[in-house]
C-alpha cells in the first residue's frame, strides 16, 4: 500500500481581499469572510421604481449612518451556517418542552387567572412578533452593509419563529377557536391596542432603523415584564406550563440584545457621525418612547388585575427609568 | 368529443445517497411505470401524469419514522406541480387548475 | 382532554396567515404601498398556496442538517488538498466566473425577497419570500467558503468585490440582477422567481454543477447540490407566482406577458456566459450549450410548461425564435469575444486543444467546422508563433444586456447583429431585436445605466490608456488576466502535479 502523502503547499493568501484588508493576515473565521466586503457598493445601473429618490443600496436610507459599514460585526458572528445549527439546536430543546406541557396536559393546571394570563397577554403578542418580523426583514433589505443586514434579516427570521411559539401556545389553551378569540383580543381588547397600533405606525415608519429602535426600546419593556417578572411568579407558583417555555424566549431577547446593543453603540461612536446619531437616537427615545411605553404599562396593567396585584405596574415604572438614557 | 394528448412526463431529481435510498425504492413501489436515470450524483425518476411519494411506504422500507418533510433534504429539482404535500404524501403531476374568476 | 393534531394545511394556516390581520390605526395602502402601481390586480391573496407549508422550525431543522452535511465536505476537501485533483488548472477559471458573475446575484436575490417579504400584499407569499431571502443568502456564503478553498492557491478570486462591480462582463449578470432589483414587486418576481428560477434555472446550475463533478471538484458539486434542494422550492414560487397573477384578474394577463418577454430574453442574454462555460470552460465538458438548450429549454419548458400555460392565456416568449437560431453559434462567440479581450479579464482564457475542438466540431456538426474552427486555428497560428491575440480596441456594450455586439443576424453568421434605438436627441445601442424590444419599452429605465465602455470613454475608469483602465477594474497585470498558457496559475499546477508525480502518485 503505497504512502498517504499531503503535498506542502504553501497558501498564497488566507483569504479574500477585502476580508484581508480588514483583519490582517490571520486566518478568517467563517463569519468574517461571509460577511466583510459582500455588499456592491458602487456603479448601480439603474434607481428603484418605487424609490427613485434612492440608490438601489444607499446609506442615505435611514438617518443613523456609519461611516465604515463595518465598524458593526455581530457579536455572535451568525452567518447563514451558524445561524441556522444554533436556532435548529435550540429548536429541539424547546419542542421537547412543548411536547412535555402538551403530552401532560399541563393546561389543565391552569388557574383562571393564568388561563387569562397566557391566552389574554402572552399568545396574543403572536401579532406583536409578526409585525416585528416585517419591521425586521425591511431593515434587512434597505441597511447599508452585510454585517447589519445579515443581523436584521436572521432577526425576521427569529421574530417569526416566536410568533409560532406563542401560535403553539395558543393551539395547546384551545385549537383553532382559541386563536380566532385571542385575535380578536388582539384587535379589540385595549389591554393590545397600544401594542397593535405602534406596529402599525411602524410599519410606515420610512427610515427602517428608527424602526428597528424604536421596536427595540418596546421589546425592551416587553420581555422582561413577561419573561423576567412573569415568569418569575410563575415558577414561583408552580405553573409550569408558562415556565417550561419561557425561558426560551427569554434567553432569546437577552442574545437579541446582544447585537442591537453593539449596533447602538457603533453608532455612537462613530467618528464621523457619531454626534448626529446620537441626536437621531434621542429623537426616538422622545417620539417613539412614550408609545412604548403605553404597550408596556397596557401590559403591566391586566397582569396585576389578573393577579390582584400592583407589581407588573411597578415594574415596568422602575424598568422605564433604568432603560432611559 | 375530446381529443386526448401524449401524458407529460413528471419527474424528480433526488440527490444520489443512503438517505434517497429508501425514497427512490418506494417510489418504485408506489408508481407503476417509472424510469430511472442516473447522472452524476444525481438520480432521476420520471413518470407520465404523476409521482407520488408515501410516508408509509417509505417508513416500511426504512424501518423507522420518516416525516414527509424530509424528502427536503434529498430533493434537487422536479419538472411538474406538487398537488398535495402533507404528513402522509406528495403527490406531483401536470394538472390544470380551476380558473378563479 | 388531548390536544386534537392539526394538519399540515392547517398547521400553515394558523402559523402563516393567521398571524397577519387588517390594520386600523394606518391605511393598508400606506403598509403595502408598492401593489398597485404596476397595474396588476389581486383580489385575493388567500388563493396563494405553498406546498412546502415550513414552519419556521422545521425550515432551520432541515437547513441545519444540509449545512452540517456540506460544510463537512468542505472541510475534508480543503484539508485533504483535493484541488490538486482537478481535472485541470483550466477549471478553476470557470469557477473565477461562478464567484464574481453569480455570487452577487444571489446577494442581491437575498436583499430583493427580503424586499419582498416585507411589501408583498398577502402573508403567505410573504412568507415564501422571506424563506426564499434567507436561502439566497445561504447560497452566498456557501458560494464564498466554497470558493475561499480555491482562492488561497490560485489568482482570480480574491477581489470579486471590486471586479463585480466594475468589470465590464460582469456588468451582465449585474445589471440583470439590479434590472430586477429596481422593478416594482410583481416584474421583479417574474424576472426572479419565474424566468430565472423556473424557467431558465436548468440552465444554470446543471451546467456548473455537473461541470463541477465531470472536472473533480466535489466541494462546488456538493454545494450545489446542496442548494438545489432550496432551489425546489425557490421553482414552486416562481411557478406558482405566474398561476396565481394569471388567475387572479385577466387584466394581468398581457402584463405579465411583457414581463415573460421581458424577462426571457435578458435571461437567455445573461446566460451567454453559462454557454461559454459549458462549451469552453470545462477540461472535461459533458454537455454542450445546444444540447442543455434543447433539452432544458426547447424540451422541458416550450414542450412541458408553455402548453400549460397555454390554459390561462400565456405564449411563449418574444424572440424565443432568435435564442433558437443562435445556439449554433452563442457559445463559441461568446468565448472568442472573451478570449480576444483578455489582457481585460479577471480570469484566463486559452484556445481549445485539437481533441477539444473536434468535441466541438460531434456537437455542432451543421456549422463549427464551417464557421468557428477556422477562427480557433488562426488564433492558434498566431499564439504559436508568438502573437496571442489580443483586441486593443474598445468595443461599445448593448444598452440593455451588456454584452458588445458580438452575436450574427441569425441566418447569417458573417453579418454582426446590432441595433440603433434613438432617444431624447441620443442614439443607444443594442446587440439584438431581443434587446432594442426592452429598451425602446422602457427608455427611460435604460438610459440610466452606463456601461463599462462608456465610463471609460467618459474618463471614468482610472484613465485613458488600457494599463489605467485594468488597474481601475481591480486587475493585476499579467496575474489574474491574459492566456492561461504561461500564467501564475499554469506554472502552479504544474509544479504541484508534477510533485504529485514524483512522489508517488495520490492514492
Redo the contacts between chains.
Sequence with gaps: MAELRQLVIEPKRRTYRHVEDRIGSRAPTRYEEATIGVQPTENFHYRPLWDPSHELYDPSYSRLRLSDPEAFLDPRQFYYGSFVMNRAQRGESLNQMVTLVQNRDLVQTLKYSWFGLMAGVVVALRHYEAGANLISINAARFAWGTPIAAATGFAAMDRLMNAQLLTEGGLTLGGKERLAQIKLGWMEDPTHQPARKLIEELLVEPDWAVALIALDQADRLIYPLLYEYLETIAFEQGVLFFSLVAPFLRDWYVEQRKWIGALEKAWRDDPEFGEANDDVLADIDQTWGPAAHAVAHALAGRIDTLLGDPGAYRFIDELIKKVQR | MTTT?PP??VSVEL?ESEASGAVVEAIERDNAHVDISH????VRLASPHQLVIKRETVEAILGRDWDT??F????????G???????DQIVIN?Q??R??? | MKMKKLSLKEQYHVMTRDLDWEPSYVDRKRVYPYVEFEGIKVHDWEAWEDPFRLTVASYFKYQAEKERRLYAVLESFDQSQSHLRLSDGRYLNGMKLFLTGLTPVEYAAYRHFAFLARHLGGPAPRFSALCQSIDELRHCQTQLHTFSIFNKYYEGFDNYHQWGDRLWYLAVTKSYVEDAMSAGPFESLVALSFSLEYLLTNLVFVPFMSGASFNGDSASATMGFSAQSDESRHMTLGLEVVKFLLEQDEGNVPIVQDWLDKWFWRGYRALALVANLMDYMLPTPFMSWKEGFELYFEEQMMGGLFPDLEFYGLRPPRHVDIAIAEKEHYSHQTNFALYQFSHLTAFHTWTPSPEHLDWLSSKYPQTFDAVHRPVWEKAMRAAESGNRYYNMGLAPQCQVCMIPPIFTEPGDPTKLSLRISEYKGNKYVTCSDGCKWIFDREPEKYIQARTPTDRVLQGLAGGPTIPEVVSWFGITEGVENRDYVGSGDHKSWTEWQQSLTLAGGQQ
Design positions: 394528448s407529460r412526463t440527490q447522472m452524476p450524483g444525481l418533510q424530509e427536503n433534504l434529498v430533493i434537487v429539482t422536479y419538472s406541480n406538487i398537488a398535495e404535500w402533507d404528513e401536470w390544470e387548475r380558473r378563479y374568476r
